[in-house]
Structure formats: structure tokens, C-alpha cells
């Protein structure tokens, strides 16, 4: 395996991108510097997939392509079975000596939204890390189904405005709290799972390339922030990112062969949750008397998670 | 190296055990697949198979059928051979892949043991599930016995891979009254049935690193109709020709005959019954009955569901006076699907004979002798009048009060 | 190839992003990539822009902030440096002027009509316009 040098952004920058340009996301989309953050990650050759979404149906519509690499998509459930078939075939090819370049093994990630991850996809996505596929599953988690115009998911977090709930004169918006899909993976027993951000690329590039090292399934939770749909300036993405990493809304971390955990970013001065919610026009609405109150147990939440956090890594399990 | 496994020149085997035979003997790169009675057996036979040593391939033990012909749309992109196996509910959860899998052009095979589809819940055999899959692209063939199932399983891995074809098929058997009832069945060797059917080679294989290649891409209005076009184009033009070439060779392989359409005592038949699966044979022995007592009556059978073999189909049938085409699923609001599709086959011919439809064997009722009996009597009397003198469509073999329509 | 019938496509609707062989994309970067017309780097997105980043080179500290965030692989960083920005595949989004570390900026938006080098001339002045919403 040939290993990207990540020591400095300097040398990381000496990547030569296998994902192009003149796709169709949004300007500002923090979907494509996920990507290139995974795929600069490895000089290895890479077999992708994808499940329907924003990234799929911005970057392989007739009669262009995106993907520098072998990529295949079939529906909005199934980019995870899709990823690990191929990855069988190869396991396959590789034993019966029929492979055309024997010595390369080639990585074998997906990428999937949260609506194909928490949602549509979830079946599929449990029965490949059950079944223990040398694969990477990426969730491109902006909250929302983006991609057909901001429904909600069971990823949108509580308060949010999303066009199937959306907040109005006798409702804040979506009711029900994000799900963990982290704690879900991770008792799976799956060898690797992480939270990424992709303002935070070293830490990104760090578990990417821990999960390549990795036999087994490693589930990687991406936190994309949406210009569109969460109603901030596209010129925004990094500043809300470093708002959601900064206020422990989306705290990194890692959780290795489904039980020790570890904490990989601490802000040295942690903001308010409503700094974050405030920057974003979905949450809008919670800045007025009426709903202040879900801002305030916004923040009870996300402290009480972060203890939880650091007491399951004091406790090593 | 996977161990040979030596057959007997003849197996007593049942239609699934027919199935996973061949599914052997291709040497299936990954077979991904999901349990559902009747094909069951078909993938327990084959873990049988991996637990001894048999088989090299991948054996993905997926947590869907849904899921099972997901991974196979992916490591057939990958660039292998790989079959699977379903039934009925499982069929219809996996129908939005089929359409995946035969737009991708990718020449998976699927064994698909024909089981009603609920509610209400049903576990035996009719033909609802093959009727369902009539539309999303994939060849179908269908078999009557054990030995058909074998034999074209073969034969489906040669014609779905062939470059000019490219195209999946399903392999249909009847739950049950085929899949499993043990019946003779003359084998070929590991060796003579692997050459039969070819090596696989690649095309537009993801794991041709030095050639990478997209797969699965959204087409709007502007491409999707010629992609669809080229699609249909293959499957009509291409198909059939390949099949007729791989049954000749298996003629010379194995001495037995298969055929586009299979037509018995036909030469002279005034009237004919034209139906799918195990029931062909049923019909068949009625067939010899009436004709020993001198009354001219076939059997036509479909063993190309599709693409359909309407030219010869119609060829097979320009003789007759009276047409009756039996259909083993819910026609649920109109004629029954053979039927309209074999009215489709002789509406522009020189024909006049008089075509009715029959409804049978819902959720794995049996089709009766007496019930043909009585078809062909109508039939007949079709034949001697020139006119339809029963309703077009009747229910047979139900109870309660005759049900029929137009 | 919108003029293709249907027999000119390739079956199954499959793209290939270059024409011929690659042996490793990996470590190539594309001007030395043998594009093909089916890949989305063969097409320009300049007309998504109603702003377009301008580089002043000597502003510069090459930290690559702009090279990482950029979500359309339109910073053009070679041997380490800094060198452009990638006006066909740009998008406009304007991410590479807020992440850039440097006082003035490096890398500032102006009206996509504007004149590159009447506005470098200008730059100190944008530059504290700019600078103040930080």
C-alpha cells in the first residue's frame, strides 16, 4: 500500500484528485470535499459505489461522469450491497487466479446519504457489516433528503425546519432527535467506526486511512453541511462546520472493533450550541420566545452527550 | 481447486437439486442469494456443496432478496459469473434490482422457482412471479421437469454472457410440482457441462483497474430512450438466434431436443391448449389420450417466455381451429397475459381459429386431467362451430359457482 | 454524442472517464490525464458563476487551505505551490476566500465581469471591504 504523505497540508496538496470537477453539486457542497478527502487519503486504486443521493445523481448524469475511478450505483438502498458484491467478486477472481492485475488490491468504498444510510438503506448496509465485507461505508450526513428538496430524515436533528416538517405556527419543526447511528454501527462489532468532519482533514484523513489499514467493514459518519437545505451562504460550508465541531453538535470520535472509544478532537474553547443553531436558517425559528426552550435542552443534550463520550473513553469499553 | 464431483450418468434429482447441479458445474464466481421456500433448497444445496469442497466461488448469504440481487448486480459489474436463486414475495421484493440488473446489461442468472404471490400468504406454485418479472428485461425460460431445469441452466450462462447479449435470465421451474419432485435426470460431466457453457469473459469489468468505467448513470429524456431501445434491440435480435445455436450443441452433447417453442402432436392439431411449466406435461398425456380416441388435439409450450417467440409461436399454431391458452396466475382485471399474448401472435396471420383463456392453478391447485378433458371437449366444439361457445375467459378447477368473463 | 442513435451508445449506459488505458490515476495529475469527452472535466461550469475568485499571488503563503476546501478541485496546487484557480470547473461558491489565513487576502470574489488585472491593481483596497465581515 502506498501512503499518502498527510504530515502538512503542503504535502497532502502534492494529491493528484480522482474525483473531477463540472459535477452538478451546489457550490459550496461539503460532499465533494468529503470525497476528495477520502479518495486523496490513499494512492491505492479504489472501486466505488454510491447510493441514489445528491452525490450520485450530481456526479454521473449521461453523458459525463465524475469518477476518475471504476464507480457503480444501482438504487437508493443498495450502494453498500453493491460495494461488497464487487468486493466478493474480487475476493473471488483473486482465488481462482483469474484476477488481470493480481498484485493490486484495489480499497472498496461507498458513499451514502443519511437518508440511504439511517433510513432506506439501513437493511443493507447491517447485513454487509454483519457479514463482515472488506469495505468502506461513507455517510454523506447532511440531515436531510437534499436531494429531492429537504424532506426529513430520521438524521435531522430536533428543531430543524425541513419541508415534510416543517416549523410553523404550532410547530418547531422536526420532533424527533437524530439517531445514533454511530452506537448502532459500533455494535455491529464492526473493526472501525468513525465521525468525521471535513473541516477537520487531518482527523479525516487520519481515520480514512486507519480504516484502509483495516480488515473488515469500517463505517465512517461524515458530517456535510448543507448550503442548500440548512440555509447558510455557500461561501459558509467550513465556518459552519467549525461551528458543529466547536460546539460539540457533532463531536469526533472513534470507536474500535465496536467497543473502546476515543475522542479525537477537543475544542480548546467550546462554543454555544446557539452559535451553531443561529447560523442556519433551518433553526431560525427556535430563536423566538415560543421555542427558545428547544435551544436550551439543544445544549443539555450535546453536554450530556459529550460526558457520555468522554466516560465511555475514561472507561476504555 | 474445487473437487470434482462424479456424477451418475443419470441423478434422481429434484428441480432444485437440478439447479444447484449446474449452478456447480458453471463454476458461479458469487453466488449471493436469500432462502425462500420453494427455491430453498437450491442454496442450501449449494452451501452443501461449499462446506465439501465443491465450489471456489464467493457464497454471499445476503439479509434480503433485495439485498441478494443488490450484491450480484455488484460483483456481476465487478466483472465474474454469479446466479442466484427466488421464489414469490422474495421475487417482488427484488424486482426493482431486475430492472437494475438488465439496464446494466449484466448477465446474472436466477433461478426462479414459481410460487403464487399473498396475500393471501401462498407457498406453492403458480406463475405469478414469472408474470411479474415479464417486463424488466431479462430473457426467461422456462422448464417442465428436472431435466429442463438443468439443461437450461447450462444454457443460460452461455447465452447471458455472450458479448452480443449481455442480458440476464431466469430460469423458471414450478415450485413444487418441479422443484421438488425427483425425477430422472440424464447429467453431463463437470467437464463437458463447464465447456458447454464457456469461459467467462469480462466486459466493462470494474476490476479492470487500468480501464475504470462508470456504471449505473442517470439518463433523462434526452438518452434513456435509446439506451432502452438498445436494450429491447438486444434482447429481440440477438437472443433467440444464440439460444437456438446452444440448444443444437446440446443436442449433439446430450441427444435431447429443446426447442423455441416446444409443439406436441401439433403436425395436423384442429385444437390446441398453449401453456407454461410442469402443466405442459399434464397436457401432454391428455394430448395422447385424445389423439389414441383420433381426435387431433396438441400442446404448445412456451419454453422462450421472453423475449417472446411470436413468429413461432404463430407458426406453431396457424394449422388450428380452436386455441386455448392457460394461464396459472391471477389475470386480475383483464385477460390472462398468454393469452393476450398469444392473441397478439395470430391477430395479423390468416388464421380464424377461435382463442379462449383459462384460468388454473392458483396458489399450486393441481391442473387435472379431467379439467383438460373438459377444455378440450370445449375446444372442440369451438372447432366445429367457428365461434367461441363458452365465455372467453373461465376459472377452472375452483369451486363454488362457474366464474367467468366476456 | 447527442447526435448518437441508438445503436452508438455502449450498452448499459456505462461512462468511461478516459480514452484509452490509464495504469495508475493515482499519482497523475490531469494535465497529464488522457481525459475523455465523457468526463465532467471536459465540460465548464464557469456560467454557475455570478462571482469568481481572484489570486494574488504575492499574498500568498501557500498553506493550502484553499487546495483542501475547495469542493470543485478547482485550486491549482502543484509541488506544493499555489499556482490559479481553475476558472472551468470553478462554481463561484467562494469557500477558498474565506479559508484563506493571510492579511490582505490572497484570494478575494469579485463580479464575474470584473477585469483580473484592473482589480489586482485595486487589491489593498478590497481587500479591508472584505476583511471586516471576518
Known sequence: ?317 | MADIFELRDYEVWDGNMAASHALRQAQVDVVAAYPITPSTPIVENYGNFMANGYIDGEYILAESEHGAMSCCIGASAAGGRVATATSSQGFALMLETLYSASGMRLPIILNVVNRAIGAPLNVNGDHSDMYMGRDSGWIQIDCYNPQDVYDMNLLAFRVSEDHDIRLPTMVHQDGFMTSHTAQRVKTLSDDVAYNFIGEFKPMNDMLDLDHPVTHGVQTEEDWHFEHKARQHHALMSAVIPKIQEAFDELKVLSGRQYNIVESYNMNDAEVAIVCMGSSVETALEVSNELLAKGIKAGVVGIRVFRPFPLVEIADALKSCKAIATLDRSSPNGTVGALFNEIAGALFNTNTHAVLTNYIYGLGGRDLTKASLHTIYRELESNAESGNVTTPLQQFIGLRGPKLSFF | ?134
Open chain 3, 1 to 134: 454524442m447527442i447526435e448518437n442513435g441508438w445503436n452508438q451508445f455502449e450498452i448499459g449506459s456505462v461512462l468511461r472517464p478516459f480514452s484509452g488505458e490509464v495504469s495508475d490515476v493515482s499519482v497523475i495529475q490531469p494535465e497529464d490525464r488522457l481525459y475523455s469527452a465523457s468526463n465532467s472535466f471536459s465540460v465548464s461550469v464557469a456560467d454557475w458563476r455570478i462571482e469568481k475568485p481572484l489570486f494574488k499571488k504575492e499574498l500568498c503563503i501557500d498553506c493550502q487551505f484553499c487546495w483542501i476546501y475547495c469542493p470543485d478541485m478547482s485550486i491549482i496546487s502543484r509541488d506544493k505551490k499555489m499556482i490559479g484557480v481553475d476558472y472551468d470547473h470553478c462554481k463561484g461558491c467562494g469557500i477558498c476566500v474565506q479559508v484563506c489565513p493571510t492579511t490582505p487576502k490572497a484570494l478575494l470574489m469579485f463580479p464575474e465581469q470584473a477585469d483580473e488585472e484592473i482589480e489586482l491593481a485595486q487589491w489593498p483596497k478590497k481587500e479591508t471591504q472584505e476583511t471586516k465581515e471576518n
Open chain 1, 1 to 317: 500500500m502506498s501512503q499518502v504523505k498527510t504530515k502538512n497540508l503542503k504535502n497532502f496538496s502534492t494529491s493528484a484528485d480522482r474525483f473531477e470537477g463540472s459535477n452538478l453539486l451546489c457550490p459550496g457542497c461539503a460532499h465533494s470535499i468529503i470525497v476528495r478527502e477520502v479518495l486523496n487519503a490513499t494512492n491505492d486504486h479504489l472501486i466505488l459505489g454510491a447510493s441514489t443521493g445528491c452525490l450520485e445523481v450530481c456526479t454521473a448524469v449521461y453523458p459525463h461522469t465524475s469518477w476518475d475511478v471504476s464507480w457503480i450505483h444501482i438504487g437508493f438502498e443498495n450502494g453498500s450491497s453493491a460495494i461488497a458484491g464487487a468486493e466478493a467478486m474480487h475476493k473471488a477472481l483473486k482465488n481462482k487466479g483469474r484476477l488481470k492485475q493480481p498484485d493490486l488490491t484495489p480499497k472498496f468504498v461507498t458513499f451514502g446519504g443519511d437518508g440511504a444510510t439511517y433510513d432506506i438503506g439501513f437493511q443493507w448496509i447491517s447485513g454487509c457489516f454483519e457479514r463482515g465485507h472488506n469495505m468502506m461505508y461513507v455517510c454523506l450526513d447532511n440531515e436531510v433528503y437534499a436531494n429531492t428538496g429537504g424532506q426529513r430524515s430520521s438524521s435531522t436533528p430536533i428543531g430543524a425546519s425541513a419541508s415534510t416538517t416543517p416549523a410553523g405556527r404550532i410547530s418547531y419543526g422536526e420532533k424527533r432527535n437524530k439517531k445514533d447511528i454511530m452506537a448502532i454501527m459500533a455494535a455491529h462489532g464492526a473493526p472501525y467506526v468513525a465521525q468525521v468532519a471535513p473541516n477537520k482533514w487531518r482527523d479525516m484523513v487520519a481515520k480514512v486511512q486507519k480504516g484502509f489499514s483495516i480488515e473488515g467493514p469500517v463505517f465512517i459518519n461524515a458530517m456535510s453541511a448543507c448550503t442548500t437545505e440548512w440555509k447558510f451562504a455557500p461561501e459558509d460550508t467550513i465556518a459552519i462546520s467549525d461551528l458543529a465541531t466547536e460546539s460539540l453538535v457533532f463531536p469526533l470520535y472513534e470507536i474500535i472493533d465496536g467497543t473502546k472509544l476515543n475522542i479525537t478532537y477537543r475544542p480548546k474553547n467550546v462554543l454555544p450550541v446557539r452559535d451553531y443553531l443561529g447560523a442556519q436558517g433551518r433553526f431560525k425559528h427556535l430563536f423566538t420566545k415560543q421555542y427558545e426552550y428547544i435551544i436550551d435542552e439543544w445544549q443539555s443534550r450535546v453536554d450530556a452527550k459529550w460526558e457520555y463520550l468522554q466516560r465511555r473513553e475514561d472507561a476504555c469499553v
